[in-house]
């Protein structure tokens, strides 16, 4: 484990190397589109500051915010085509993000999956363990450059490339229920819970090619609340914080 200033403001690391899933629509803010430079920058904030505990952290983001209803749009357009501009929105999303950390003071990469050499390096998997040794935060872009493959799909093959120790996925409730709690007050939160229950229930937590390619590779999956800050510390640093999917 790195010594890097580890101090007594946060707790010992609970995790040397992260994956970080967040939604494009995290980056709006309170808008339902676009980016909102105080959300990007206090998210940035909070990466930094786990980077900085010496816990090496990668991050994929959606598109969403960026190029909205990519299903919708599929009906009316090919799909292998609302796929590619729903992975080059990831980039606009990874070049803001890279650039709200770097404002801070924190080095940072964006590695695309589809090459654009004026703005992001090709992704490169020893490349990419090379910018961890660093302590770079990488931002993989461009999902898996395939179409019909969700940003959880890249997420997770990304995390098993670069032996991640848990994917932690970022959502606007407190972790995994046995149903939606924005429509039931009676839904149950469960601290821990199997990848093969996710599967059978449809519980709709990340896409389930994702979550079997977790249970293949037994890769726990962390969903916790984005939206209470500090979270990605706590997460990060080992509290109780969400739901495990192991």
Do not use: W
Request: neutral net charge; proline residues 3%; hydrophobic residues 45%.
């Amino acid at each position: 484990m790195s010594a890097l200033s580890l101090g007594n403001e946060h707790p010992m690391p609970a995790y040397r190397r992260i994956l970080l899933k967040l939604s494009g629509e995290v980056f709006a803010g309170p808008q339902s589109f676009g980016l909102d430079a105080d959300r990007v920058r206090s998210l940035a904030l909070e990466v930094a500051a786990v980077a900085q505990q010496g816990i090496q952290v990668g991050v994929v983001v959606g598109g969403g915010n960026i190029f909205r209803g990519i299903a919708l749009a599929a009906k009316n357009m090919d799909r292998v085509t609302a796929d590619h501009m729903g992975m080059l929105a990831t980039v606009i999303n990874s070049l803001a993000f890279q650039d709200a950390l770097e404002q801070i003071g924190q080095h940072t990469r964006v590695m695309s999956a589809i090459e654009m050499h004026q703005v992001a390096e090709p992704y490169i998997r020893r490349r990419a363990l090379r910018h961890f040794e660093k302590g770079r935060v990488v931002i993989f872009a461009a999902g898996t450059s395939n179409p019909y493959f969700s940003t959880d799909t890249a997420a997770t093959l990304r995390a098993l490339e670069i032996k991640a120790e848990v994917i932690a996925k970022a959502t606007k409730v407190n972790g995994v229920y046995d149903k939606d709690p924005n429509k039931f007050a009676d839904a149950i939160m469960y601290d821990r819970i199997g990848y093969t229950d996710v599967l059978t229930q449809s519980l709709g937590v990340m896409d389930a090619t994702s979550v079997a390619m977790c249970r293949d590779n037994k890769l726990p999956i962390l969903v916790f609340n984005l939206n209470t800050p500090g979270n990605i510390m706590r997460m990060a640093t080992g509290e109780s914080v969400g739901t495990i999917i192991g």
